[in-house]
């Protein structure tokens, strides 16, 4: 009788730890799988306050975009999608792709670094580091007025 209550006790306690484990594994391997690859800025143009940047990636999962945010030296700052009249509510189809102009909130010569948040499935969301850049121009072809 012991013997079937220790291994009971056993199974659970190997249950209790096997579920926390199995979902730290699933967040990191989700992780190590971006959504976007080949992400580069063919163009930055610098104004008053705000860079415009546009560019192409390669988006290669079918997630849902959540958001998109510039660190400015551990500071948040927002991402206007000039391409569009309103904020995104949709997800870019996969494959290589151009995009922007987006419009970053920086003063000349801050570095930036773009983040992406996507959502793959419902347990967490899928954060990368898109890119980053100096506040400097570059290039203006892929800039519209």
């Given at each position: 009788?012991k013997?079937?209550w220790?291994?009971?006790?056993?199974?659970?306690l190997?249950?209790?730890?096997?579920v926390?484990?199995a979902?730290v594994?699933?967040?990191y391997?989700?992780?190590?799988?971006?959504v976007?690859?080949?992400?580069?800025?063919?163009a930055?143009?610098v104004?008053d306050?705000?860079v415009?940047?546009?560019?192409t990636?390669n988006k290669?999962?079918?997630c849902?975009?959540v958001e998109a945010?510039?660190m400015l030296?551990?500071?948040?700052?927002?991402?206007?999608?000039?391409d569009?009249e309103e904020?995104?509510?949709?997800?870019?189809v996969?494959?290589?792709?151009?995009w922007?102009?987006?419009?970053?909130?920086?003063q000349?010569?801050h570095?930036?670094?773009?983040?992406?948040y996507?959502?793959?499935h419902?347990?967490w969301e899928?954060?990368?580091?898109?890119?980053?850049?100096i506040?400097?121009?570059k290039?203006s072809?892929?800039?519209?007025?």
């Open positions: 009788m013997a079937h220790l291994r009971n006790s056993a199974m659970r190997c249950a209790f730890f096997a926390p484990a979902l594994a699933g967040y391997i989700d992780q190590a799988f971006p976007v690859r080949d992400f580069k800025i063919a930055i143009k104004n306050g705000h415009q940047i546009s560019g990636m290669v999962r079918n849902r975009f945010v510039a030296d551990d500071v948040p700052s927002e991402v206007l999608f000039l569009l904020r995104p509510t949709y997800s870019r996969t494959g290589a792709q151009k922007g102009p987006w419009m970053v909130f920086a000349p010569g570095g930036v670094v773009l983040h992406a996507h959502r793959c419902f347990a899928h954060t990368e580091i898109l890119s980053s850049f506040a400097e121009n290039g072809e892929g800039i519209k007025p």
